[in-house]
């Protein structure tokens, strides 16, 4: 199972600008589709964006063209640069490894802590 530890961030003011790191352990990193989702307080945990071993990226619609996903499998690690930040950004954001069936992506089943995101108005 991938061991996924994210950071980055933190309090920051509407319009404003940050960028998450997850790192990984293990030589599983650079063979893995990668995912990030976030969870709103009260709200089920979201798709957010994901990248492929080819460093294909895709978004869900709410974070197109403000948010990008990027990897350096040399650093073992997946960044997510979020811009033009909103309070409907607000919630905690992980990171987890994805298998793909089809046109469905399923991530793995252990989570990390998360890193906390609030998007002040």
């Known amino acids: 199972q991938a061991r996924l530890v994210e950071s980055g961030g933190g309090l920051v003011q509407a319009g404003g600008s940050l960028r998450l790191s997850c790192v990984a352990s293990g030589s599983w990193f650079s063979s893995a589709l990668i995912g990030w989702y976030r969870r709103a307080p009260g709200e089920q945990r979201e798709w957010v964006a994901r990248i492929t071993t080819a460093g294909i990226a895709d978004y869900a619609d709410s974070v197109k063209g403000r948010f990008t996903i990027s990897r350096d499998n040399a650093k073992n690690t997946v960044y997510l640069e979020m811009n033009d930040l909103k309070p409907e950004d607000t919630g905690v954001y992980y990171c987890?490894?994805?298998?793909?069936?089809?046109?469905?992506?399923?991530?793995?089943?252990?989570w990390g802590q998360g890193t906390q995101v609030s998007v002040s108005s």
């Open positions: 987890n490894a994805l298998s793909r069936r089809g046109s469905i992506y399923y991530p793995q089943e252990q």
